[in-house]
């Protein structure tokens, strides 16, 4: 057993109850013999089987990058999830490759991140690696709660929440990745501001690219797979909006006024991005447009755009910002 194991495990033993350890179901622990399941910080009852089963998705490490005049797949209002660190040109990872695999471990500047991208959440994070000494490298558990993804780290299969960067089961249960600041725009914005950038090479795997699995999602009445409540204030849950902390403004008041300046926060919205899970063909998505937020000072924000019931189950008591 790993040292950090037996020390988280000496806590954990001071908490944990019998009838917890006989929720675990024999299945997980079969398939997880790694995973230390003493620990867990959510209803075992909550998590399911997206399909999938362990790496059944198969995340990427240490892709290829190749600059922005040499790629010619990519449509020109295609989403790319954009990583600026200083000291490294810019670096797009198109959505048409992270719908299929969720998960890029790579190293930018000096700075391990995973960039990740839950398509029945549309959360498209990015997160520091690090955890204390470590560097953690992630997969794809094929579980999912409230409808997003469940990641694990290879060095001691805990699971972790993609919607929130928290460890959720196993040694690292409580423990929070830090979320670096990140954009999702369409290629054509990210290429022509950047000409000096570097976008994620095609990755050798058999794979639809380009096209969406989940034609018609963002459309749909209901989310996939999902058990808990619907948002407040008669939302459409399948309605994107703005996340910053425990607040979010829907992404229809932002389009429709452009520009919002409230709590310290300046947002925009402008044109150019399709939806990557709308039409089969991800580059011909229906019109979403690009959202930036920055701090009245100028310095960017970490926000994502999830649709409005993972908002509401991941934060439950958070601050909807419907007007003024």
Request: aromatic share 10%.
């Amino acid at each position: 057993m790993k040292p950090l194991r037996l020390a988280a495990a000496a806590l954990a033993a001071l908490s944990i109850s019998l009838p917890a350890l006989a929720q675990v179901p024999a299945r997980w622990e079969r398939a997880w013999p790694e995973t230390d399941f003493s620990q867990s910080a959510v209803d075992f009852d909550e998590i399911i089987s997206g399909g999938p089963g362990k790496d059944g998705i198969p995340a990427l490490t240490g892709p290829e990058f190749i600059p922005v005049a040499e790629e010619d797949r990519i449509a020109p209002r295609e989403p790319v999830m954009v990583v600026d660190l200083d000291g490294a040109a810019p670096r797009a990872y198109p959505i048409r490759y992270l719908m299929w695999h969720e998960i890029v471990n790579d190293t930018v500047a000096g700075t391990p991140v995973a960039v990740t991208f839950c398509p029945l959440c549309n959360t498209g994070i990015v997160f520091d690696r690090r955890v204390g000494d470590e560097v953690l490298e992630f997969g794809v558990s094929g579980l999912l709660r409230h409808s997003d993804m469940i990641m694990y780290d290879r060095l001691t299969e805990s699971w972790w929440q993609q919607a929130t960067g928290e460890g959720i089961v196993g040694d690292y249960t409580g423990t929070r990745l830090t979320v670096l600041a990140s954009v999702m725009e369409g290629w054509s914005t990210f290429r022509d501001a950047n000409p000096d950038g570097l976008v994620m090479d095609e990755p050798d795997w058999p794979r639809g690219y380009g096209s969406n699995p989940y034609g018609g999602y963002d459309s749909a009445q209901r989310p996939f797979l999902f058990r808990g409540e619907m948002p407040p204030h008669g939302i459409n849950p399948m309605a994107r909006v703005v996340r910053v902390g425990e607040r979010a403004w829907p992404l229809t008041r932002l389009r429709e006024a452009g520009r919002i300046e409230e709590a310290g926060l300046t947002l925009t919205w402008e044109e150019g991005q399709a939806s990557a899970l709308d039409s089969r063909a991800i580059g011909q998505g229906r019109e979403v447009g690009t959202v930036r937020v920055r701090e009245d000072s100028g310095e960017r924000v970490v926000f994502d755009l999830p649709f409005a019931f993972a908002f509401h189950a991941f934060h439950p008591d958070g601050e909807w910002m419907l007007s003024e």
